[in-house]
């Protein structure tokens, strides 16, 4: 991305203005591409023309007999022709970029418009026995995970799946908000970044696991202590011979034999050395890949304290950078590689011992830079996680970044507050302050919008607590540990009913909150599987034994009497509920969080919509 590219450069405001702004940004990228189409197809042209044409001026030369004119000619085309090979392989790289960052562009508008994320949808992290990541859809096929990830690398993903699953602390938070908004006032930082790793979303390389092998690999330890000294006088002894032969011409022949007995050493050792290059061709692929990525990070002057500590971990001693460590070792096996070339790779060692040296080099840097190597992945990881932040910021203008509170506060209030993953001109936004109660027990008909409502508020929790912007106007929510009842689902294969599944849950709630005092809950529609006496009488109890707890958080039920807990609990309790209006037998739904108890249900309504006639009674 072009320094000074911004998203939002349309006139347009809010996320509109955003959208417009991709719109731009693609259009303008595929006519830079068609030019670079249009660049390449010349050059392949020329390349073909100085193929035809200099074997006709080679052989036109020829009939001449001049040697002279044959070996100026002949060097100036193979001159010319590596100058415009050269000149295509930059362009061919500047191509598969804007072709990328064209990518990039056009996956935004696509899920603007609720299509998949080329990005990975995070459904390996799912885990149905979670305190709350499936209740509240942040994993797998339409998810929050899905909507928001901008990570390629494997470690990425990994963290942004670890942020969501689990609060952070206060300080944590913070330093998460502040990077993130760094990130995204920076013109074309955040595509620039997904730009350099954008082919790890194809790829999907387990760096990690690719890299310890590779520390570990012991393939490279080849020949003695007496072979490594020798290899590095190998040359000074072959350059020696060669020298002398000009003064002692018989010392030609010691030339000869150091030559062929370095070619015979290296055929000796040819097995193990190609070992080592099939281990290391990948590797140096891959680091040049990731170089550009290494590069933009240390180049950019980090004002937030997270971004000054994440990019002192890409320094391998007091000051050299990684992105020059990488670019070494990928030199290296480009230098490993000459050995494909037979003749050049014959000639090379027969003087310097080439295929060995290069890996006794690899070794070394191993050796020196070992321990690094993981910490500076892990830390470019952090900065792509966080550039997902950055970027939700983006798209998002009129989310707010939430205020962060103590854990022993228990703080939470929104204003305007909205579901993240409903459009938002479909998406009723609800006020909520959590003050002079603990619990609010919310009552209402069905499709009223109470489970969406705590949904909504679970879901903003998890990104507020992760560090990200909330889809709110304000939001201030301390730090706790969530815990939700809502998806309760029997199992066939661990012989589990429905009921069985519902007491295990509310096992798990009441244990989480006792012993964690800092837990919010969010309960919906508890013991649907036992008769409507049972199902009072132990909603009540749960209720009570939360008190107990002293627990906080929502709870949403059908049950009407349930209500009544306000009266015995004035400090502890308070209802709200959505209700319905009705209009000439049509239901008119406004999903508005309430204050006090619902008195409007539906379900006879609905009934007798599918044809059930239910009586007055």
Aim: with cysteine; net charge neutral; charged share 25%.
């Amino acid at each position: 991305m072009v320094a000074g590219d911004r998203i939002m450069d349309s006139g347009m405001h809010g996320e509109k203005g955003v959208a417009a702004g991709y719109e731009k940004l693609a259009a303008d990228t595929k006519v830079k591409l068609g030019q670079a189409d249009r660049t390449i197809n010349r050059l392949s042209l020329a390349r073909l023309v100085v193929i035809l044409g200099g074997a006709a001026l080679v052989f036109a030369i020829v009939q001449t007999e001049s040697i002279t004119g044959v070996l100026l000619v002949s060097i100036g085309l193979v001159v010319l022709f590596a100058g415009l090979v050269n000149k295509q392989s930059k362009a061919e790289r500047e191509q598969r970029s804007l072709r990328d960052f064209l990518a990039i562009n056009e996956n935004e508008l696509s899920v603007r418009d609720g299509k998949a994320n080329l990005y990975d949808d995070g459904a390996r992290y799912a885990d149905p026995k979670h305190p709350y990541t499936d209740d509240l859809d942040i994993f797998g096929d339409n998810s929050l995970y899905a909507r928001i990830n901008r990570c390629a690398t494997r470690l990425s993903n990994d963290q942004l799946a670890a942020w969501l699953s689990e609060p952070a602390e206060e300080a944590e938070i913070r330093a998460r908000q502040e990077a993130a908004e760094e990130m995204a006032a920076l013109p074309g930082w955040g595509q620039g970044l997904q730009r350099s790793l954008f082919f790890e979303v194809k790829e999907k390389t387990d760096i990690k696991s690719r890299f310890a092998g590779l520390m570990a690999d012991r393939s490279m330890d080849i020949g003695g202590r007496f072979l490594r000294g020798y290899v590095r006088l190998a040359p000074w002894l072959f350059a020696a011979a060669v020298i002398s032969a000009f003064f002692v011409p018989a010392l030609l022949r010691v030339g000869v034999v150091l030559g062929v007995a370095h070619l015979m050493v290296s055929l000796w050792y040819a097995g193990k050395i190609g070992r080592v290059s099939g281990n290391m061709d990948r590797a140096g692929r891959l680091l040049v890949s990731y170089a550009e990525a290494f590069r933009q990070v240390e180049e950019t002057p980090w004002k937030s304290g997270r971004g000054q500590a994440l990019a002192s971990r890409l320094k391998f001693g007091p000051s050299k950078p990684a992105s020059v460590v990488f670019s070494e070792l990928a030199a290296l096996v480009n230098k490993l590689d000459y050995r494909l070339n037979m003749l050049i790779g014959a000639l090379l060692n027969m003087v310097f011992l080439w295929d060995l040296k290069q890996v006794y080099a690899i070794a070394t840097w191993r050796k020196q830079y070992k321990d690094g190597v993981m910490d500076a992945f892990m830390a470019l990881a952090e900065f792509e996680t966080l550039n997902t932040l950055g970027i939700l910021r983006t798209n998002h203008p009129d989310w707010v970044m939430p205020s962060i509170h103590p854990s022993g506060e228990r703080v939470l209030v929104g204003e305007a507050v909205g579901h993240p993953l409903i459009a938002q001109a479909e998406s009723v936004a609800n006020d909520y302050a959590l003050e002079g109660h603990r619990i609010a027990l919310i009552t209402g008909s069905n499709m009223a919008g109470k489970s969406t409502f705590l949904r909504t508020v679970g879901v903003n929790i998890v990104l507020a607590l992760a560090g990200g912007v909330v889809c709110a106007r304000r939001m201030s929510v301390s730090v706790c540990r969530l815990v939700t009842y809502m998806r309760i689902k029997d199992s066939l294969n661990e012989n589990t009913s429905t009921f069985k599944a519902e007491l295990d849950r509310m096992q798990l709630i009441l244990a989480t909150v006792k012993s964690q005092p800092h837990t919010f809950f969010l309960i919906d529609e508890m013991l649907r599987g036992t008769n409507s006496v049972d199902k009072y009488l132990g909603s009540k109890a749960i209720i009570q034994q939360l008190i107990a707890y002293d627990g906080y958080g929502m709870v949403a039920t059908h049950d009407l009497k349930l209500a009544e807990l306000e009266a015995a609990h004035p400090q502890v309790i308070r209802n709200y509920h959505f209700d319905i209006q009705v209009s000439e037998g049509e239901m008119l739904f406004d999903y508005k969080l309430k204050r006090g108890e619902c008195t409007i249900f539906n379900a006879s309504l609905l009934l007798r919509r599918i044809g059930v006639h239910v009586s007055d009674e």
